[in-house]
């Protein structure tokens, strides 16, 4: 919708000869029906008549196009003012003019962000400096607006803020990435000089205003030329190949958005717990689905996921062409039914009801976000919701959906690639803290590197050694200690002074890009920056928030800092419904350690504030830990290792694989990479073969054939019938006892029963242990629970 379209000699009698804000508000009433507030009627009349001066020259082409307060497709955004008009070489040009009436302003250290007085109640706010804004939107426009793409129009972006002289501050270097893609023009007659002279130079002729009729018209899709960049930088990315069910799971959701359409809406509710794939998938999907032409955007509530998976799928930390493609979710308050055809919803449990600053605006942001959409994805983890706020919850989600009478589809990712593949770790983290009684009550710390430390200095230096390597290391902490430094960055916010520990929160300085900025690993992290990401190593400094007592788990939610806004409104629900209150108090605080502690792959350091809750950390652990920094056990094979030179895989040699590995490594949509194995001469009286490979036991579950700790031969892939087979068996409903993990070593058996094609299928399968010690069951798999079972691979021989 444009509210104002003329020629540019219209314009200025409008301006000259009437009221230019009353004729907008005029227009805006005929389009809309809606009025407009009397602060935006003088700000639009003080910044045309100025932009009148400007265009007030003979040779400015009369005829040349005006358009104010386009609102872009898709978008709540609207773009000031556009001329348009034809270059000297009749090439179409399209001028994009963001107008601010600021005086002044200040610098941030964040990329393309300033503080300035916006208008409202709120002060001085931060947002984007206006050469980006302006940038951004012909950014949009290229991107997504087949006229202006197909049609050869070059869009020459500029900001013009009439009352501001120049100070260092709005023209600080800082910016010059943006201010050298949309020029910058201040106060004086000079600065109007200029601006005029950018547009002389680029309108020569005037276009009668078809332009602006192509734009408001265009159709909107991606660009090849966007599209082809994606799938450039995703492809050969190794941090967003899909393995496993995340494989099943993009098939399913790509073939749903791509049958979606306005009477045949979608919803697909993908549930995974951490670690297991949920936004590698996402950023997928946002490639794929653009490539099919879709317009599709990447939403999470929180900027930190945004903002990381951007810089990581282009490959720096800077604003690009494609941060279009990434949204807030509180975006889609009046966005148009069906404008969109999919919405991706990252951290979907982190949605709130209401939007803005404040949260006082729109219904519910799960319905706008399936109403704005003919196919809208939600990767949701019920057990990360980490403020009373957040209503993201599947069960809500689908009730919406129902309720907008939405068809829905829902998918469950179980394979664990966070935590080193331990799902024994999180069941176990998930009984220590008492979130669900799981059969995990110790943690042997050789199957994740967890170790509680003495103090918080102990934990940073760890981190900062482990960081050394890759820049995959990071403190964080629950959220206890206050934030001064926001006011007055020479303070400290977090003093352990028992240890004399002093560090600054992350949560202004590198902002949404703290978990991958340089030197962020001086810094402490919090929920707010890192949820929804992963590291290598993380440190967590465990607050008093959280205590135990007598062996019990006890939240203390009046230790979190004032400054925190995840428990904003606990006190009134307090007076309310105490046990209610106490209860969302609980969950909430518990989740955030949870989340914290599950954002290392390869290791979590844990510093406690409290001793004895320290103390009841380490009596959860299997046996002493190593030492702070030490080297893991080396594991002696009993076979010879061959040299890299000699291998020559499966030929003379096999690979050596945890089980564990295995178990994840050998599904049908992933390749297993030699690379990543240790190679060893094929034992004797074992015939070479594809696909075979080496692995250790644990347990007594099958020690009539397979004493404990027996080197074993399997076969992986196996193909035929496995019927009393001894195979590797994975599924997510799978605990095993001894191998702690989603993963069994059984014998294999199955019923099937004939259709009525002719063909046959399993009714059941049954995974026997074979053994002479007790406490160990079948495990039975039936019905809806067959199609998660993978048998991984086979036994060969035991050595």
């Excluded at 962000?113 to 426009?141: C, F, K, N, V």
């Excluded at 068809?407 to 024994?424: I, K, M, P, W």
Aim: charged fraction near 25%; include cysteine.
């Amino acid at each position: 919708m444009i509210v104002y379209q003329a020629d540019k000699q219209t314009f200025l009698d409008d301006s000259f000869k009437r009221d230019i804000d009353v004729v907008l508000a005029e227009s805006f009433a005929r389009r809309t029906g809606g009025t407009v507030a009397a602060s935006e009627m003088r700000a639009w009349k003080a910044s045309l008549q100025e932009m009148a001066k400007v265009l007030n020259d003979e040779d400015i082409p009369h005829d040349s196009g005006v358009a104010i307060e386009y609102k872009i497709p898709q978008t709540s955004k609207r773009v000031d003012f556009i001329l348009t008009g034809m270059g000297a070489d009749q090439n179409p040009n399209v001028i994009i003019v963001e107008l601010k009436q600021w005086s002044e302003a200040q610098r941030t250290d964040k990329d393309g962000i300033i503080l300035a007085r916006r208008g409202g109640r709120a002060g001085d706010t931060e947002g984007p400096h206006p050469s980006y804004q302006a940038w951004s939107y012909a950014l949009l426009l290229q991107g997504f607006n087949e006229a202006v793409y197909d049609g050869g129009m070059a869009l020459k972006p500029c900001a013009y803020l009439h009352n501001y002289e120049s100070d260092n501050v709005i023209d600080h270097e800082w910016y010059a990435p943006y201010i050298e893609k949309a020029p910058l023009f201040l106060k004086g007659e000079a600065e109007r000089v200029k601006l005029r002279n950018f547009i002389k130079q680029h309108v020569k002729h005037g276009d009668k205003a078809r332009l602006i009729y192509q734009i408001e018209n265009g159709r909107i899709r991606p660009s090849k030329m966007l599209v082809d960049s994606l799938g450039k930088m995703l492809k050969g990315n190794q941090e967003f190949i899909l393995i496993d069910d995340q494989k099943v799971v993009y098939e399913s959701a790509r073939a749903i958005a791509k049958a979606a359409s306005d009477d045949k809406k979608q919803v697909v509710i993908v549930q995974g717990g951490p670690g297991t794939g949920k936004s590698v998938l996402a950023i997928n999907l946002l490639v794929e689905l653009s490539r099919l032409g879709l317009v599709t955007k990447y939403v999470s509530k929180n900027a930190a996921p945004r903002a990381v998976y951007e810089s990581k799928l282009t490959g720096v930390l800077r604003r690009t062409e494609f941060s279009n493609l990434f949204s807030g979710s509180g975006a889609f308050m009046e966005s148009d039914a069906n404008c969109f055809d999919a919405l991706i919803v990252d951290e979907a449990h982190r949605l709130n009801e209401k939007s803005d600053l404040y949260g006082n605006r729109g219904e519910n942001q799960i319905k706008e976000l399936i109403q704005a959409a003919k196919c809208t994805i939600f990767f949701v983890d019920d057990d990360q919701r980490v403020t009373l706020k957040d209503v993201g919850h599947s069960g809500e989600i689908r009730r919406w959906a129902e309720l907008l009478g939405t068809r829905v589809t829902s998918h469950e990712l179980a394979s664990q690639f966070r935590c080193n593949g331990s799902d024994g770790y999180l069941a176990w983290l998930d009984n220590t803290l008492e979130i669900r009684p799981t059969a995990n009550e110790r943690l042997d710390p050789r199957e994740f590197d967890f170790q509680v430390l003495a103090s918080p200095n102990e934990v940073h230096a760890l981190i900062e050694e482990k960081n050394r390597a890759n820049n995959k290391a990071r403190v964080v902490a629950g959220y206890c200690w206050k934030w001064p430094s926001k006011r007055k960055p020479d303070q400290i916010d977090i003093v352990i002074a028992e240890h004399n520990y002093r560090k600054r929160w992350n949560l202004d300085r590198d902002g949404s890009l703290w978990i991958v900025a340089p030197k962020s690993v001086e810094e402490v992290g919090c929920i707010h920056t890192s949820q929804g990401l992963e590291l290598d190593y993380i440190g967590v400094i465990i607050g008093p928030d959280l205590v135990v007592r007598d062996g019990k788990v006890v939240c203390q939610p009046e230790r979190r800092a004032t400054s925190d806004r995840s428990l904003r409104g606990y006190k009134k629900l307090f007076k309310a419904d105490p046990l209610s209150a106490k209860r969302r108090a609980d969950e909430i605080i518990k989740n955030t350690y949870r989340t914290l502690m599950t954002r290392g792959m390869k290791g979590c350091y844990v510093y406690c504030t409290d001793p004895e809750t320290a103390e009841y950390l380490k009596s959860r652990l299997a046996m002493p830990q190593p030492a702070a920094g030490a080297a893991a056990n080396v594991k002696v094979l009993p076979f010879r290792k061959m040299p890299k030179g000699e291998v020559k895989p499966y030929v003379n040699a096999l690979p050596v694989i945890d089980l564990k590995f295995a178990a994840g490594a050998f599904g049908d949509s992933q390749v297993f990479d030699p690379a990543d194995a240790e190679w060893v001469a094929i034992p004797d009286g074992v015939k070479p073969g594809q696909g075979l490979f080496i692995a250790q036991v644990i347990g007594e579950s099958m020690n009539r054939r397979i004493p404990n700790g027996a080197w074993c031969v399997f076969r992986a892939n196996p193909a035929g019938s496995k019927q009393g087979k001894v195979v590797v068996a994975q599924h997510r409903s799978i605990h095993d006892v001894d191998l702690g993990g989603s993963y069994t070593v059984k014998v294999y058996q199955s019923e099937k029963a004939a259709g009525d094609d002719g063909g046959w299928h399993h009714e059941l399968i049954v995974l026997k242990p074979d053994t002479s010690a007790a406490g160990y069951a079948p495990i039975v798999i039936e019905g809806e629970g067959l199609e998660g079972l993978a048998i991984v691979a086979e036994l060969v021989k035991v050595l």
